[in-house]
């Protein structure tokens, strides 16, 4: 689906919005998974009616991780490893297809829909991924440093929109 080659260091930059994901606030519970929905809103305070308690509670809604992306790639190879991951499952918003995990840079702009978010850091594995059925307390350790620089990107909103399933996602 790339539409750009890869040159070098220089890799696609144009893909599609694969899925989005986003999960409201529910108790004392984590957003892991988040479910599935064929559009969202996002906002300088991210996806709107998802809640990141995590985000919200511990770093103060810190706009640098308001949307997290995710390659749908990189889910298709920790599968081919052996974890069952689905979309929405390691807690993204926007899982992407075309682009390549290593072609997200800090600093880089995406239009996603009508929406435009800069990459502002990748994200950190934590403990809450224990909570899928398929990783637990016992597999816990292990799948941490699987996901170890393939966590997803975590992003800063700089324009608000719509954005839909199958919308484009490119590099401006």
Known sequence: MSETPSTGNVTAARGRIRSLHRKPETGEEHGLPKPTVPEVRITVAGVEGDFNRYRH???????????????M?????????GWPIREGDIGENVTTQGIPYDAFRVG?????????????????????????????????????????????????????????????????
């Open 73 to 81: 790639e990189t889910l298709h190879t920790l599968n081919l490893e």
């Open 108 to 172: 880089d702009r995406f239009r996603l829909g009508d929406a435009e978010v800069e990459i502002a850091k990748p994200c950190t594995p934590c403990n809450n991924l224990e909570l899928l059925p398929y990783v637990g307390k016992e597999n816990g350790p292990r799948f941490l440093k699987t996901m170890l620089n393939r966590r997803g990107w975590y992003a800063r909103v700089t324009r608000e929109g719509r954005v839909r399933t199958g919308d484009l996602i490119e590099r401006v």
């Open 57 to 71: 509670e511990e770093q103060r809604d810190e706009p640098n991780q308001a949307v997290l992306l995710m390659p």
